[in-house]
Every structure is written in C-alpha cells, then in structure tokens.
C-alpha cells in the first residue's frame, strides 16, 4: 500500500496508524515505505565517516523521507574509557542522546546504515544492542541500509533536516546482554561458548588490531566471521541467513547455550551478536563490549595466538 493510500485512509477515519506495528529485528525496503507514516515510527540514520561516503552531509543530500539523522562515530553512541576503545557510554548520556533524537519509550526505531559494505551493518547493529541493552525492544535493521532503499527506486528526500523535538527516554538495562571481561574468563572453563565475530587473520593471530596490544584471541573460542554473511546484491549489502545458518551448524553451536560475542572493540561483535540471538535465535547472547581491546589491557589473562597455542597477554606484551 502506497503512503497516499494510507494517508487517505487515515483522513476518511477507515484506518489507524496508532497501534503498534510489527517488526522483526530485520526489515526490508518494501516494508518500510509501507509504514513510513506510521504513528511512533522513527528511522535513525547513523551513516558515518566510516561508511563509503556517509556523513551528515550525505544525508542532506539524499535519504529516506522523514528518516532523523545521528552519527554512528561523532555522536555519542561509543566513547573511550580506562584507554578501551568503543565501549557503551553511561546511561544517562545515552538517554540523552536517544530522547535529543526525539525518540520516546513508545517510539518504533528502524536503524539505517549506508549499506555500502559490510562493516557499515556493524554501525546498525551496534545501535540497535545499545537499545536492547536499555531495555527499548521496538527496534529494527533496514536490510540494505540506504543503498538498497535507493537502488530499489524508493522515495528520496534532501535538503534541510528539521530538528526534532526532544523528548524523555527512560532505559532500563538488560545486563544479561552485556559481558564483562570477568564473563569472558569464566566462559573458558564453563560451557559458555565464546565467539569470535572478526575476520579469519585475527582470529589466528596473523593481523593485529592498532585498537589491542596484542594479537590473538580468547581461548577455546570459535571464529564466526561477519563479513561472510553481510554480501553485495544489486549494488547494496544485505545479510545472507542461508550460509549464515550453515556455518553456525558446522561450529557446532547451541541456541540453548549461554553464547558472548565479541572482537576487537564490539563493533563487529555487534554483528556476530545480531546474527546469533536475533536471526538464528540463540535464546542468551551477550556481547563483550570491550572485547580484545579490554582483553589485551590485562596481562594475567590467558591469550591463544598464531598456532593455536595458549599463552597470557602479559608475556605477549613484554
């Protein structure tokens, strides 16, 4: 149905748009311009300077109609501590930041990246744990991001952006989503599994992060690569469940066991984490929000490096 059609429907008094839509974690385009003026309905873009020319200004030259826009990088979403990279910033500046968006505990977020690689999904599903580890379930990816809303020949708007009006947004946090380091140790000696969302060559310690102080992973860890799963189709990324679901089953991973994701600084382990709990449906994944920035800061843990073998940070390090 055609955003006129529902617009008149509205006018006539034949349907309402009050009631709550329903959302999977992962939306696509034609869903999206169906609801785009539903009641509640935000759509956050968070293109940044990390994505294949999104910025701000990118998205005052074209974006999705009535789409609000927040910066995945320069915003606020991530901040350094205790020299950690990316980390979850307080929760009271993250509900600052979320109701200065104008986005309110009844609000419907629809999180859209650039859609232009695969580590740009990452921004997406970075900002949509941080709403889920406030407690806001009412949030969604845009397959595609913005490029497969434009590539599919959906509305574009441009020009001057509005402010939205700020609002009160109240979290209420969901710890059992996120991991500590403390978590991750334990995960070693117990039946947790642990997941290693990064590509293949810092899973086996042959590249390093500048982000860590050492290569290699957490011990006893399976390599779930995120780049595999997020492929180009038709100019635009989309995430790919088939062989996503494919390589879950070869690790031989269980949906019913306790599961923490993580990587160099939780951007892509946001994605490992988004692909286990809300497309394959693990029911208790958590994400090690320092992952192996934190990891590699603390000489006295247990290191796995090039060969398999196991040492700790420390004598890596020195």
């Not at 055609?2 to 008094?13: E, N, W």
């Amino acid at each position: 149905m055609s955003r006129t059609v529902i617009s008149l429907a509205v006018l006539f008094g034949f349907a309402t748009q009050a009631h709550a839509l329903e959302m999977t974690p992962l939306v696509d385009a034609s869903w999206l311009d169906q609801h785009l003026e539903s009641d509640n309905l935000v759509v956050l873009d968070v293109r940044s300077s990390i994505d294949d020319g999104g910025d701000a200004r990118s998205f005052s030259e074209a974006r999705i109609p009535g789409s609000r826009y927040s910066s995945y990088t320069d915003a606020g979403w991530r901040e350094t501590r205790d020299e950690v990279p990316g980390v979850m910033p307080s929760v009271d500046e993250l509900e600052s930041l979320i109701g200065g968006l104008g986005i309110d505990n009844d609000s419907q977020v629809v999180i859209v990246a650039a859609g232009t690689g695969a580590t740009d999904f990452g921004s997406a599903a970075r900002v949509y744990w941080t709403f889920k580890v406030l407690g806001h379930d009412n949030v969604a990816i845009l397959d595609g991001g913005f490029a497969g809303w434009q590539q599919q020949g959906f509305e574009i708007d441009n020009g001057r952006v509005s402010t939205p009006e700020e609002v009160d947004f109240s979290a209420s946090l969901q710890d059992a989503l996120l991991a500590s380091s403390d978590d991750a140790a334990a995960a070693i000696d117990s039946p947790t599994q642990l997941v290693d969302a990064r590509p293949a060559d810092f899973f086996t310690a042959d590249t390093q992060s500048p982000a860590t102080l050492a290569a290699g992973t957490i011990p006893t860890s399976v390599n779930l690569e995120h780049q595999k799963y997020i492929r180009k189709r038709d100019g635009a990324f989309y995430l790919d469940e088939a062989p996503l679901m494919t390589r879950i089953n070869e690790l031989g991973l269980n949906a019913e066991t306790p599961t923490i994701a993580f990587c160099n600084t939780g951007h892509w382990a946001a994605i490992g984490w988004f692909m286990l709990q809300e497309v394959a449906g693990f029911e208790n994944t958590s994400m090690y929000d320092g992952s192996m920035a934190e990891w590699t800061r603390q000489n006295t843990l247990p290191l796995q490096i090039a060969g398999g073998d196991t040492t700790t940070v420390g004598e890596q390090v020195n």
